[in-house]
Structures are given as structure tokens and as C-alpha cells.
């Protein structure tokens, strides 16, 4: 069984990955989901599957062959994280697609943005520095 | 001497406040500070003059060793009158300086500050301690050339000083680990010289202590920031720019020169740097035609001649550098005083409008012309002293000392003009033109220049006291062994006098045909054109461009670029460690048998179904089978979750599948259909098909060697067997969230209620979401309608009980809050989110609110009963099982569900 989930999950991975690698924005979203749910996978796996039970204890006895519960505790809020987090990429889209009217990835960052304004402005400033030290030779106060 | 840092440090912190108090009358009492220092250290003149030392120490980073170690020796004692005597002139100056500025207060603290590190610098033992009241003091500098921040010029000296002083202070930090280390103590007085010259690093030491000091005391070619640092208020100049920040450097070079002064060339380059820096500054000094600017450049010369006194530590060169230090921050300090007094008087500062002053301004003009004799070494003034050791220590050399003794009579003499332009051009003469009518400046404007100026003549003229109780001591903190100090104002008819006569000689021919000696320097304009700031400019340019190329190199801003990068990475790191390690891939042999689990027919199949459903979504166009597709492989995974007991984990993923093809449905349904496989090149596409199985790839493998190895530790059975003990509760799982890891949970918590949140802005609406009565058209069947309100609230009675239960049956917070929240998403679809709003009575995000509390709640009332924050407590009323961990439950609950509504309902409101 540890086999099997291991290949789904790289399975999961990888077609996680290849939709966060395509240009549409919905299919991003889909990714952030499925890559989710890869991962839960894969963290899940790497508990074991050893029990023959769910992890269940009584005040009387502790089964033998309980499954592991860390690994269940864990992916357990992380699903309801990864739910967090797929809502907010879900309206991350639905407000670029209102203000901007797209659904690329390589044109959100185009509309959005402007280019680095580091060099330029930075080139600017020095040689204003320049122009005014030209006119009043540093003059103090 | 830590009590004197902190008075200074604390009045620092009520500049602002009083000063917006009492204006310019706060000087007054925040010079008390600096003035009781100076009080301290003179009474602790008796002690140090016949050898001891005053220690003090507090621990401050014990773990390696580090204290905030204090030593007043000789050397420490001289910069510690100069700083708090000069600061209290200073302080009082200020106030009268900048009376009418807005931001005087804040120029106090800034000044405080810096005498408080300046202060710390000197006294420190610390090698470290040093180095933080070194940076210190260029954070306050930078902060004080900057003051006047709306002067683009100001801004730019105040950076470049920063940045250079700055940059020589990282090279310094490693210097002094290296001095700590090859020293092996982390104090100057504990050095260890023998150690540090015999040891490999010797020379890499010496170069970035050497770039440290250089920096911070504008020694060639770093010298360019300190002129510029004119830009800042004349008081910081006075203070800073020439009589303590830029002797930081200097004194950093004495106080290391007993240990560094060895035969490793030490002394060779400290004369050569020093005298280099000696001619530049007195060639550049003496074009000046700004007074202020005129005076940085003799710093720069001064700081090159006492650099370079250190260098040839002789007998007579040590003695010179002691005296010829406080001799120039006496007169220095009076001089720029009086340049700003005669600015703030006249409006200018330019030489060829000034003259005639003295009729004015009698009271400075008389403390101009002691600072300018003593400026020019003339007796019996103590700079007189001073130069005339200076050349004796200087001839003491050799034949280099000739050499160099030769250089320094020019550079002398050039400085003994500057000086005459200071005074007489400035207040003897004629009449200048001055753009507003001169007027004697108010008291504490002369007090200060007068006060020194007047200093510097009595020490000259009865030098056996500061022979005894100052100088005595501090030349002996330097040298690097015992050295026998006595002061002459007159020796006999020695080299050195002759060379003073001949200084003098050459000064006034300098001074009389200065306009002359103008056009000659004039001429090299070769030399000119190659001016450090056009340099500083062009390499902070490139840098600037540099840095941006490497930026937009790397942060280009395409996600998927990133995106492959990092996957390419990450799965050849796992690979190159698969291949390195040498794991057995399926090695069963490696294994203990019968560890692997067999495969059960749900499994299989909830694998199959999450891998289908998902590579289906990843082939699908249409929205509505891309939902479906999702849906199928979350459904899958569930499946396979319950199949290796995990029922919690199953269900929870069920829920959230449900509520995850809701909202995405939602909200695909304004979103027009999705375009096939993008059209971009067949080359891009095999790339991300490549990274996208080699990631694949990369993840599998990792989690089937993994999985190969046995389970480390036994964690888990520690959670099986006090489940019932420590969290009176049968389902561990839900034990482990609400009580063993608690507080993971709530941060946990937090992040799901912040990501509603966000979600919820960026949906817009705020306060005046869309608000319906409409439900959506596709519920619109009567029997649906009828059938709603009853289902609704079967689900959440259905949610509280496992809420209730689920500390020992299947359930729990998070399951509850997203089965509720699925009850109430059914209301909204049907009929709108008013009704749903309505029937919840309170708002989402007020149910959020309360959750956090409750959960917050639960680990204060642990806190309280006196255990850890979130220790779990237990009451049985009736034998009902009450703990704070229900109530920590109940808040995951609410968080969940209030997170959830909040989201639907600002959806539905954009959705209809």
C-alpha cells in the first residue's frame, strides 16, 4: 500500500506541477488544489500504514495495531489550510480577472506591474545629486 | 563611566520633549549631563596621571564572552574630557545655533546619541563593545549630516559618508575578530602581542584594521566624504567632523599601536598614508574659498599628520601626537564655532565678502585669533608645542624622516595661510559686503570658541600641567614602551626649530602671494578633473546598475520561470542524493518483513480514482467536467484515506471537497471557458511535461525510500498509550489537536481565519456585501426548496454532535465547523445569503472572532490555573467529561465555520 501511495502522490505532484506551469489562471488554481492534495498524500505515506485500526484508544485498552494518529493530526489541519489557501487563490483569480480582464499568468504580471523602477530612478537621482552640487559647490547650511 | 553613558544616553531620549517645552533654554539642561561626565572624568585625572586605570564591566553576551568592558587610561581620559568638555560647549551652542529650527529637539537627541557612542568608543576594553559604539557613532553621524534631510546634498554627503565609514566598519568587524582570536582575548589591554605577530594572520589584520581607521579618519582616498559632511549644521561639524568622530580613527591606531606597531610595517604605511593625506588636504585647503570648507580640508590635513605621527612612534613623534591631538580639537573646535557664529551673524561664509569683522563681533574675532595663532603654531601657543615635537619626532627617523619632515613644513605652512585667511582676512580689513548687518552673536555662540581658544593658550603657555596630569599618561597608553615625557616651549637652537622658522617663513610668503600660490595649484587641473566625488559618483552608478542587472536576472517576475527553477532544483537535489546515499530503491531485503501494508481494494481504487480524476483535470476544457474531474480525485483520495484508517483525515477531506467544487463552480461560472493547452511553442510545452515528471518522479522516489526504511522513534505509541491518561480522550487524533499540540492547532486556526480574511477582501464588498433574497436558478425545484431548511438544520444538529463526540468517536472541530458550514452553504444556494445571514444572526467574522477567543480562552484559563499556556483542565459535573479542551474545540469550530461563511457569502454576493 506504501508503494502505491507513494506513486500517486508523485503522480499528483506531477500533474500538479504541470498544471502550475500552464499560462491559464484557472488551471493554476486547479494546481495550487491538486499539489495539496499531493503533498497530504505523501505526508500521510511517510507515517506508515502499519495499523490494522483506526488510532482509537479506550480508558480499559491501547490496540496493539492502532494506525499511526501524528501523521492523521497533521494532514488533518492541513487540509483545511490547503482549503484556506485554494479560496484565496480562487479569488486572487476572480479579482484579477475583474480589474484586469485576463486569465494569463505572464500578462497579470505585465498589466500590473510596471518594469523594475530601480535603475532608472536610481540613474536620476545621481545625477541630480550632480546638477546640484555643480550649482552651489556643497554649500553647508 | 557606564552611569556617565547613561545620563547621556537618557537625556538623549528627553531632548525631544523638553525642547518642545522650553525651546532653546533646553540646552541648558541638556548639557548638565555631558557637563557632570566631564566633571567625573576630571576627578578621575589624579589617578590616571600616576598610572592607574579606572575598570568597570557588566556582562553582556556571557555565552561567548562578551562584556561591555570599561578601561580609562591615559589615552581613554584625554578623548573623554575632549568629547564631554567640547560637547557640553557644543550643546550650548547648538541651542543657540538653531534656536529658530523646528526639529531642535530632535537634533539634541541626535547630538546626545552620538556623544554617548563616541563616549563608549573611547572607553571601551570590549573589542566588540568597541566596534557597536564605532558603528553608533556612523549612525549618528549619517542622522546628523542628514538633518538638514531636504537638501539633496545633504542627503547625498550624509550616504556617502555612511556608506564608507560604513564599509571600512565591516572591514574593521573582521579585523577585530581576527585580532580576538590571534590575540587571544577579546580586550585590548589582555591582548597578547607576541601572539599577534607571530601569528599567520598578522598582515590581514593589520590591512582591515587599517581600512577600518582609514575610513573613519578620511585618510587617502577615502578622505572625500568628511569635506562633504560639511553640509551638516556647524555645530555637528565643530563636534563630529572635526574634533572627536574623525579622531576615532586615530585613536583606534593608538590604542592599537602598542600591539600592531611591531616591525610588520605598521609604522612605513601610517607615514606614507598619513603624509599623503598631510599635502592633499593642504593643497586642497588652501583653493578653498568657502571658510567652512577651508577648515574641513585642514582636518583632512591634521588627521593625515597625526596618523602619521603615530607611524614613527619615537620618543618625540608619540609626544607630538598626544599634544598636537588636543591641540587641534582645542582650536579646531573654537574655529568652526566662530565660522558658524560669523555665518549665523553676516549670512556668508565666503572669503571674498568677509573683512573687517572685528569691529562686530569683537568677542569672537578675539577667540578666532587665539584658535588661528595656536592654528598656525605660533608661541606660546600649545600648537606650537606640538609642531615643534612633531618635527623632532619626525627627524628622529632618518633619512625618511627628512623627507617626509620636508613635506610637512610645506604642508605647515600651507595651513599657517589657511589660518591667516580664517582671521585676518575675515576680521581685519576693510569692510566686507555682507548680505544682512553684522551683530555680536548671543553668549553661548562665543562662550565655546573662547572658552577653548583661551584652553589652548594656557596649556601652551603653562605646559608643565598638562605635561603632568595629561599627556604623560596618554603617550604612554601608546607607546609601546615606557617613554620619558618633558614639554619646552624653547630647546635651543635645534633642527626642529629651525624647520618651525621656516614654516613660518614660508606661511606668511604663502599667505602674502596666495593668490599666486592659487593660480599655480589652479594649473593642475589634470589632477582636478580626476576629483573623488566624480569616481564616488560613477562607481555608486555602476554599483547601482550591477545590482539591477543581477535583479531583474534572477526576479524577472515570470511565475513559471521561478516555478521551474525551483522544481528543477529540488527534484535533482533528490536524485543526486538518491544516487549519492545509495539507498536500496525496492531492497526488500533492507526491510523488515511484513512492515509494508497489503493492498486493500478501496485503497486501489481511491488511488486510481484521485489519479484519474486529477489527470483528467489536467486534460479537460469544459468548466463543468473540470469540477467534476477535481471533485472525482478528491473523492478518490478520501476513499483511499478511509482505507488506511484515518477516518477523521477521510472525512475532513470529504467535507472540504464539497465545499471546494462549490466554490469553484461559483466562481467558474463567470470566468470564461478555459482556452485548450495555451498556444505557446512545442519547446516550452515538452519543457514543463519534462519538469513536471522529473518532479513527479523526484516526489515518488523520495517517499518509496522513505517508506523502504523502518519508522524512527516511537512518538506515536507515546500518543497511543497517554491519550487516555493525559487527554481523557479515545480518539487520539482529535487529542493530539485540541491537547498535546494545541498550540499548533491555534496557530493553525489563526492561518485559515487570515486566509478567509484575505480572501474575503480581495472578493471586495466590505460592509456592503451584495445582500439577496435569490438563491440560485438551478435550485429553483419546489421540492428542493421544501426539503432545504429541514436538511440544514439536521446538519448542523449533525455538526454539533460531532463536535461533542469527537474526543472520543470520529469528529471534532474541524469536521463540525465544515459539516455546519456545508448545512449553511445549502441555505445560501437555495435561497441567498440574506436568509443564511439572517438565520445565523451574527456575522461571520464575529463568529471568527469568537472562536479565536474561546480557543485563546481555553489555554489562558491553563495559564491561570497556575500550569503552561493551554495545559488542559478537567471537571465532571453529572459525570459529563468538561475540559478546556472542548472549549479550545468549540473555537476551532467557530473559526472553521465563521472562516468558511465568510467566504460563501461574499462569493454568493458577487455570484448572482
Known amino acids: 500500500m506504501e508503494f502505491l501511495a507513494a506513486l500517486t502522490a508523485g503522480g499528483l505532484a506531477g500533474i500538479g506541477m504541470w498544471l502550475l506551469l500552464d499560462r491559464n489562471l484557472i488551471r493554476v488554481v486547479l494546481g495550487v488544489a491538486i499539489m495539496g492534495n499531493a503533498i497530504n498524500l505523501g505526508v500521510l505515506t511517510a507515517g506508515r500504514f502499519a495499523g490494522e485500526v483506526a488510532a482509537f484508544v479506550t480508558p480499559a485498552a491501547v490496540p496493539p495495531d492502532a494506525a499511526n494518529p501524528l501523521p492523521q493530526a497533521l494532514v488533518l489541519t492541513a487540509i483545511v489550510i490547503g482549503f484556506g489557501l485554494f479560496t484565496f487563490a480562487l479569488a486572487v483569480l476572480q479579482s484579477v480577472r475583474e480589474s484586469h480582464g485576463i486569465t494569463t499568468t505572464d500578462r497579470v504580471t505585465e498589466v500590473t506591474e510596471e518594469p523594475a523602477p530601480d535603475v532608472e530612478e536610481v540613474g536620476l537621482q545621481v545625477h541630480q545629486d550632480d546638477a546640484d552640487l555643480h550649482h552651489d559647490a556643497g554649500a553647508p547650511r | ?912
Request: hydrophobic share 55%.
Open chain 2, 1 to 912: 563611566m557606564l552611569t556617565a553613558l547613561f545620563a547621556i544616553a537618557v537625556s538623549a531620549l528627553l531632548a525631544p520633549a523638553l525642547s518642545a517645552r522650553m525651546d532653546d533654554r533646553a540646552g541648558w539642561f541638556l548639557a548638565l549631563a555631558p557637563l557632570g561626565a566631564f566633571a567625573w572624568f576630571v576627578s578621575c585625572i589624579p589617578t590616571v596621571a600616576v598610572g592607574g586605570v579606572v575598570t568597570e564591566s557588566i556582562a553582556w553576551v556571557p555565552a561567548l564572552g562578551i562584556d561591555v568592558a570599561m578601561r580609562l587610561d591615559g589615552l581613554s581620559l584625554l578623548f573623554a574630557l575632549l568629547i564631554t568638555g567640547i560637547g557640553t560647549l557644543i550643546v550650548l551652542y547648538a541651542g543657540a545655533y538653531l534656536s529658530d529650527h523646528h526639529h531642535l529637539g530632535r537634533f539634541y537627541a541626535y547630538l546626545l546619541v552620538f556623544m554617548m557612542a563616541m563616549l563608549g568608543l573611547v572607553l571601551a576594553d570590549d573589542l566588540i563593545a568597541m566596534f557597536v559604539f564605532w558603528e553608533l557613532t556612523s549612525v549618528a553621524s549619517f542622522l546628523l549630516i542628514a538633518f538638514q534631510h531636504e537638501k539633496s546634498v545633504s542627503r547625498r554627503a550624509a550616504l556617502q559618508a555612511l556608506l564608507i565609514t560604513g564599509g571600512g566598519g565591516l572591514a574593521l568587524l573582521a579585523g577585530l575578530v581576527l585580532l580576538g582570536i590571534a590575540g587571544e582575548a577579546w580586550r585590548f589591554s589582555e591582548l597578547d602581542v607576541a601572539a599577534v605577530e607571530a601569528h599567520g594572520l598578522y598582515y590581514g589584520i593589520m590591512v582591515l584594521v587599517l581600512i577600518g581607521c582609514f575610513t573613519k579618519s578620511a585618510q587617502i582616498p577615502f578622505h572625500l566624504w568628511l569635506p562633504n559632511a560639511m553640509n551638516a549644521p556647524t555645530p555637528v561639524s565643530a563636534y563630529l567632523h572635526s574634533a572627536t568622530m574623525v579622531k576615532a580613527g586615530v585613536y583606534l591606531l593608538a590604542r592599537l599601536n602598542p600591539v600592531m606597531g611591531g616591525e610588520g610595517g605598521w609604522s612605513d604605511v601610517l607615514v606614507l598614508v598619513g603624509a599623503s593625506t598631510a599635502v592633499v588636504g593642504a593643497v586642497l585647503a588652501i583653493r578653498q574659498t568657502d571658510l567652512k570648507r577651508l577648515l574641513a580640508y585642514t582636518t583632512v590635513t591634521v588627521l593625515g599628520q597625526l596618523t602619521m605621527l603615530i607611524g614613527t612612534n619615537t620618543t618625540y613623534g608619540l609626544q607630538a601626537f598626544v599634544l598636537f591631538l588636543l591641540a587641534h580639537s582645542l582650536y579646531k573646535g573654537a574655529l568652526f564655532m566662530a565660522v558658524g557664529a560669523v555665518d549665523h551673524a553676516t549670512g556668508t561664509r565666503e572669503l571674498a565678502k568677509l573683512g573687517g569683522l572685528i569691529r562686530f563681533m569683537p568677542l569672537t574675532g578675539a577667540a578666532v585669533a587665539l584658535a588661528a595663532f595656536s592654528n598656525a603654531g605660533l608661541p606660546p601657543f600649545f600648537g606650537f608645542i606640538a609642531k615643534e615635537f612633531a618635527y623632532a619626532g619626525l627627524i628622529e627617523m632618518g633619512v625618511t624622516g627628512w623627507i617626509v619632515t620636508a613635506v610637512m613644513v610645506v604642508t605647515n605652512a600651507l595651513l599657517l595661510a589657511a589660518a591667516g585667511l580664517v582671521f585676518i582676512r575675515t576680521f581685519l580689513g576693510a569692510r566686507g559686503h555682507y548680505p544682512r548687518e553684522p551683530h555680536e552673536v548671543p553668549m553661548p555662540m562665543w562662550l565655546g570658541p573662547m572658552l577653548l581658544a583661551i584652553g589652548g593658550f594656557v596649556l601652551g603657555a603653562w605646559h608643565h600641567w598638562p605635561e603632568t596630569w595629561l599627556i604623560n599618561a596618554a603617550v604612554q597608553a601608546v607607546a609601546r614602551g615606557a617613554v620619558d615625557v618633558n614639554l619646552y616651549l624653547w630647546g635651543g637652537v635645534t633642527p626642529a626649530v629651525v624647520a618651525s622658522l621656516l614654516t613660518v617663513g614660508l606661511g606668511v610668503l604663502f599667505y602674502g602671494f596666495r593668490h599666486a600660490v592659487r593660480r599655480h595649484i589652479a594649473r593642475w587641473r589634470v589632477f582636478w578633473g580626476v576629483s573623488g566625488d566624480l569616481i564616488w559618483d560613477r562607481l555608486l552608478k555602476r554599483l547601482f546598475r550591477f545590482a539591477g542587472m543581477l535583479a531583474s536576472g534572477w526576479q524577472h517576475g515570470s511565475l513559471r520561470l521561478h516555478l521551474i527553477l525551483l522544481g528543477l532544483v529540488l527534484s535533482s537535489t533528490v536524485f543526486v542524493g538518491l544516487g549519492v546515499g545509495g539507498e536500496p530503491l525496492l531492497g526488500a531485503g533492507a526491510h523488515p518483513a511484513g512492515a509494508v501494508s497489503p493492498l486493500s481494494l478501496p485503497g486501489v481504487v481511491g488511488c486510481l480514482l484521485a489519479l484519474a480524476g486529477a489527470g483528467a483535470a489536467a486534460v479537460m476544457r469544459g468548466r463543468l467536467a473540470l469540477v467534476t474531474a477535481l471533485g472525482a480525485s478528491g473523492l478518490g483520495l478520501a476513499l483511499f484515506f478511509l482505507a488506511v484508517n484515518a477516518p477523521d483525515v477521510a472525512t475532513t477531506q470529504l467535507m472540504v471537497e464539497t465545499l471546494t467544487v462549490v466554490f469553484l463552480a461559483l466562481v467558474l461560472r463567470k470566468l470564461p471557458s478555459i482556452p485548450g493547452a495555451a498556444p505557446e511553442g512545442r519547446g516550452a510545452r515538452a519543457t514543463h511535461l519534462l519538469v513536471s515528471v522529473f518532479f513527479g518522479a523526484a516526489v515518488a522516489l523520495a517517499l518509496i525510500v522513505a517508506v523502504n526504511l523502518p519508522l524512527a522513534g516511537n512518538i506515536s505509541e507515546w500518543y497511543l498509550q497517554n491519550s487516555y491518561p493525559g487527554g481523557k480522550g479515545g480518539n487520539v487524533v482529535n487529542v493530539i489537536l485540541v491537547d498535546f499540540r494545541a498550540f499548533d492547532t491555534l496557530g493553525e486556526i489563526v492561518v485559515v481565519a487570515l486566509a478567509a480574511l484575505a480572501a474575503a477582501t480581495l472578493l471586495g464588498g466590505g460592509e456592503h456585501t451584495e445582500m439577496t433574497r435569490r438563491g440560485q436558478p438551478e435550485f429553483d425545484s419546489v421540492l428542493l426548496r421544501q426539503a432545504v431548511r429541514p436538511l440544514a438544520g439536521l446538519l448542523v444538529l449533525v455538526s454539533l454532535v460531532l463536535l461533542w463526540r469527537g474526543h472520543n468517536l470520529p469528529g471534532g472541530g474541524f469536521i463540525g465547523g465544515l459539516v455546519a458550514a456545508t448545512g449553511f452553504i445549502l441555505v445560501v444556494l437555495t435561497f441567498g445569503n440574506y436568509p443564511a445571514r439572517a438565520l445565523m444572526r451574527l456575522r461571520p467574522t464575529l463568529l471568527v472572532g469568537a472562536g479565536l477567543s474561546c480557543a485563546v480562552g481555553a489555554g489562558l484559563l491553563g495559564l491561570m490555573a497556575g500550569e503552561p499556556f493551554l495545559t488542559g483542565l478537567w471537571i465532571f459535573p453529572l459525570g459529563l467529561p468538561l475540559g478546556t479542551p472542548l472549549l479550545f474545540d468549540m473555537g476551532v469550530f467557530l473559526t472553521v465555520f465563521g472562516s468558511v461563511m465568510h467566504m460563501m457569502q461574499r462569493i454568493a454576493g458577487r455570484a448572482t
